[in-house]
């Protein structure tokens, strides 16, 4: 859970390959697969506060209840996509923007159920049944 009262820097949820700590974020649950936001709180009408996409020029404004869900890597190739980097943006009118980040993570922590995305881009555990559906995908 976190307020936001000030602009974040463009950023990726996923882990990359090339930080010194990586094989220790990734070491019990692997990387993030998927991103959620989950928005807790409105922010008045051209308020700003929203989560922008550069690359995409993509812009979730926070509405109570909503979410934004995003695949942190390529369906075609499995490597982490550039495109998703996003930052949170500065509310300018209110003082704050609540949200929860949710992330699916290629297995549980304890030996819970493993996550892999099937050929339609579902999200489902080992045993073939569908846990989580996406609700758009990102345009190549």
């Known amino acids: 859970l976190m307020a936001h009262t000030h602009v974040l820097q463009v950023h990726n949820d996923w882990f990359d390959p090339e930080d010194p700590f990586y094989h220790d974020r990734v070491r019990l649950r692997g990387q ?23 690359a995409l020029n993509l812009r979730f ?28 943006e500065k509310p300018t009118k209110g003082k704050r923007k609540w949200g929860l980040n949710v992330w699916l993570r290629e297995s549980a922590a304890k ?16 045993d073939g049944l569908v846990r989580f559906f996406p609700l758009a995908k990102i345009p190549a």
């Open 32 to 54: 993030r697969l998927v991103s959620v936001f989950c928005y807790l709180c409105d922010v008045p009408e051209g308020g700003g506060g929203g989560t922008f996409f550069p």
């Open 61 to 88: 404004l926070p509405r109570t209840g909503c979410a934004a869900l995003w695949w942190n890597q390529t369906h075609d190739t499995k490597i982490m996509d550039q495109r998703v980097a996003h930052c949170g």
């Open 111 to 126: 030996g819970g159920a493993v996550y892999r995305r099937d050929p339609v881009g579902r999200v489902v555990t080992e």
